[in-house]
């Protein structure tokens, strides 16, 4: 059974840093898309960042948020830097079998998430 179990959440002062990591299980993932998506309350869930070989940001959080992989413990991470309170969102971890996918939403698994608070 795959589980995607996400850690590094918190509260944050604005300008602060956090870093997410998404331990996956189950199945090797090496050459899937995994990624990050957050909804913040009363908004639509969207994209944040996904990595096959290469990143890819949505443009709100480019410059401030590095994904990367280590893909023998099958893990990916999100290191956010300059925070601002319009981060602040539930942040899922997620895998597609392909970017596009990804980006669209359309992941095979999900994480059950992580709450990220960032205070003013």
């Known amino acids: 059974q795959v589980q995607l179990v996400e850690s590094g959440g918190g509260l944050v002062q604005a300008g602060g840093s956090l870093r997410l990591s998404c331990a996956a299980s189950?199945?090797?993932?090496?050459?899937?898309?995994m990624g990050w998506f957050r909804q913040a309350p009363g908004k639509e869930r969207e994209f944040v960042a996904g990595?096959?070989?290469?990143?890819y940001y949505a443009d709100s959080v480019k410059d401030r948020f590095t994904i990367s992989r280590d893909s023998a413990k099958n893990t990916v991470y999100l290191q956010m830097n300059s925070l601002k309170p319009e981060d602040t969102a539930v942040y899922y971890c997620?895998?597609?079998?392909?970017?596009?996918?990804?980006?669209?939403?359309?992941?095979?698994?999900w994480g059950q998430g992580t709450q990220v608070t960032v205070s003013s």
């Open positions: 997620a895998v597609a079998t392909a970017l596009r996918l990804l980006t669209d939403g359309r992941a095979d698994y």
């Open positions: 990595i096959v070989w290469s990143p």
């Open positions: 189950g199945r090797t993932f090496s050459n899937y898309a």
